[in-house]
């Protein structure tokens, strides 16, 4: 078996970064280029987790009332952040969470 890390990088994580981003578009009506400057990642990898293109397993995360949560919080605090906010511990802690829940052993 792989690591739990190894495995959720690819399969989780672009999921999550889908989900706050659509949260930030959304419920706060910031921008693609907004997000994307928020987030440190291109405005093109925001417009693809928009239309569903990247990100694809979001329907495990959305189904857990506790992760949903934690998503966002955090889509909340970057959203409302004068720029760049540094998520990476708000992330561990969503993986912590989807670990928890065991989301990732339905990927495997």
Do not use: F, H, W
């Amino acid at each position: 078996m792989k690591p739990y890390c190894e495995t959720i990088v690819p399969k989780i994580l672009p999921a999550v970064r889908s989900l706050i981003a659509k949260e930030m578009l959304d419920k706060y009506n910031l921008t693609q280029q907004q997000v994307s400057n928020k987030l440190n990642i291109s405005q093109a990898a925001i417009s693809q987790y928009y239309r569903n293109m990247r990100g694809t397993n979001i329907e495990l995360l959305k189904n857990n009332l506790e992760i949903m949560q934690k998503i966002k919080e955090l889509a909340k605090k970057i959203a409302l952040s004068d720029n760049q906010y540094s998520s990476e511990q708000n992330i561990c802690e969503i993986c912590r969470l989807i670990r928890k829940n065991n989301v990732i052993d339905k990927l495997i």
